[in-house]
């Protein structure tokens, strides 16, 4: 079982910067891949970004490419979303998750089995 806890989210300007941080406890950190998704009112969750085990691989939506970093601290059981020039689309619900299969990165909400409360992100224009 892991529990993961995001924080972070809040109300900001177009091209303001958020950072969200997701803390996990449980089991072995580290075993997992770790996601960020976000899911805005009437749309489908959709994964921002993925980052591997050991950190060597990273996936990113192409809406958010340039503009976000997602890192991991497995020492501290910690992965954040540096998020720069917000946009008002980027406005949604963010989650933070996490996969077990054997792959690199999962990119599909049904590959992970361990999910967050989700934190509200909102870009004023």
């Known amino acids: 079982q892991v529990q993961l806890v995001e924080s972070g989210g809040g109300l900001v300007q177009a091209g303001d910067s958020l950072r969200l941080s997701c803390v996990a406890s449980?089991?072995?950190?580290?075993?997992?891949?770790v996601g960020w998704f976000r899911q805005a009112p009437g749309k489908e969750r959709e994964l921002v970004a993925a980052v591997s085990r050991g950190s060597g691989s990273t996936t990113y939506a192409d809406s958010v490419k340039g503009r976000f970093t997602i890192s991991r601290d497995n020492a501290k059981n910690t992965v954040s979303l540096q998020m720069n020039s917000l946009k008002p689309e980027d406005t949604a619900v963010y989650y933070c998750a996490a996969s077990n299969i054997v792959a690199l990165v999962a990119v599909r909400a049904d590959e992970y089995r361990y999910w967050g409360q989700g934190t509200q992100v909102t870009v004023s224009s």
């Open positions: 449980g089991r072995t950190f580290n075993n997992y891949i």
